[in-house]
Structures are given as structure tokens and as C-alpha cells.
């Protein structure tokens, strides 16, 4: 069993770096960066994600930016190519390689899917 201290002295170090990867998702994040960012040693951020998290810093800035990604999907009239651009991926097969293990389904499969339920859920708005 881990001291309090020790605990909480985690819980800070694993909320600094979700800051930081929720304001800054876009960019070219490593854990090494985040590590010296919130003043900590790699290996005590790794530990942070793994214990605190339940995850890793890899997994967890693909997760924020895949959910953003599908944000931008079903929101915005943005090409697929610029969905993966402003998500930080610089070569789009990486992002729809990614967008599919998250998702399940390819970004421009994702966006016709979201288009068709809206326009079902639309039309059954419309009959009542």
C-alpha cells in the first residue's frame, strides 16, 4: 500500500499532464516534455498514468485526440486530411489507422455514419 503522500503527490502530477494534453493535443507532445513541464522525472510520470490513470501517456493523448477528431467529424466541414492535421498527425493513413483501433470504423465511414443517423433522427422529428 502506497503512503497518502505518495498518492497524492501522483494524483497532481497525472491531473498536471491531462492539462496539458487536453490545451495542447495538437501538438508535437512527448512524455519527456510533460515530465519536465509539471517538474517530475519520466519514469514518475509513467508511474502516475499506470497507477493514477489506469493508462499510459501514448494511450492516453491518442485517446484525447481521436475523441476530437471525431468532434470534428460529425461537427465541422473539415476534410479528413485536415481533421488528422489539426489533431497533430502530420501523415493521414497514422491517423486513420489510429481513428479505427479507437472507433471502429475509418473517419469518412465515421462521418457517413453520423450523417445518417442524424438525418434519421431528423426525419423521425419531423413525422411526430
Known amino acids: ?28 507532445l512527448s512524455l519527456d516534455d510533460i515530465a519536465r513541464r509539471v517538474a517530475s522525472s ?21 485517446g ?6 471525431a468532434e470534428m ?3 465541422r466541414g473539415l476534410t479528413v486530411r485536415e481533421v488528422a492535421r489539426r489533431v497533430g498527425y502530420r501523415q493521414p493513413a497514422q491517423f ?4 479505427r483501433r479507437r472507433h471502429g470504423l475509418a473517419p469518412s465511414d465515421f462521418r457517413a455514419a453520423r450523417r445518417h443517423l442524424a438525418a434519421r433522427a431528423d426525419a423521425s422529428r419531423a413525422a411526430a
Not at 486513420?96 to 481513428?99: D, G, I, T, V, Y
Open 1 to 28: 500500500m502506497q503512503r497518502p503522500a505518495t498518492i497524492r503527490h501522483r494524483t497532481a502530477l497525472f491531473e498536471d499532464a491531462v492539462g496539458i494534453v487536453r490545451d495542447e493535443y495538437a501538438s508535437d
Open 42 to 62: 519520466r519514469r514518475q510520470l509513467q508511474r502516475a498514468y499506470a497507477e493514477i490513470g489506469e493508462t499510459t501517456f501514448r494511450e492516453h493523448l491518442t
Open 64 to 69: 484525447v485526440r481521436m475523441d476530437r477528431a
Open 73 to 75: 467529424l460529425q461537427t
Open 96 to 99: 486513420a489507422k489510429a481513428f
